[in-house]
């Protein structure tokens, strides 16, 4: 199968930075879509970059100047520049994936990877 794999989260002050990063593993697979999600306690888990094949990206309103996604096809890996962080950034971050695999395609998540902004 194929394993998604996040780092990069963590703790930060308000107006600080980080990247994330999250690394597919796995074999004969290719990818289309990669985007992030983010999700708070009490809340729904929300969409807050997508990136296609193409390199096209997509930001929640939200995070739209702040936040870069990019992806390293090479490496299977996808990215999310975070600057200027505010603490309603704070939440459990995915990662998440459309995998073709042996002629079929599926969404893949990370394990999620922690990220707290204080102020």
């Known amino acids: 199968q194929v394993q998604l794999v996040e780092s990069g989260g963590g703790l930060v002050q308000a107006g600080g930075s980080l990247r994330l990063s999250c690394a597919a593993s796995?074999?004969?697979?290719?990818?289309?879509?990669m985007g992030w999600y983010r999700q708070a306690p009490g809340n729904e888990r929300e969409l807050v970059a997508v990136?296609?094949?193409?390199?096209?990206?997509n930001y929640a309103d939200s995070v739209k100047g702040r936040f870069t996604i990019s992806r390293d096809n090479a490496k299977n890996t996808v990215y999310l520049e975070m600057n200027s962080l505010k603490p309603e950034d704070t939440a459990v971050y995915y990662c998440?994936?459309?995998?073709?695999?042996?002629?079929?395609?599926?969404?893949?998540w990370g394990q999620g990877t922690q990220v707290t902004v204080s102020s």
């Open positions: 998440n994936a459309d995998v073709r695999r042996f002629g079929r395609t599926r969404n893949y």
């Open positions: 796995g074999s004969m697979f290719s990818i289309n879509a």
């Open positions: 990136i296609t094949s193409g390199d096209s990206t």
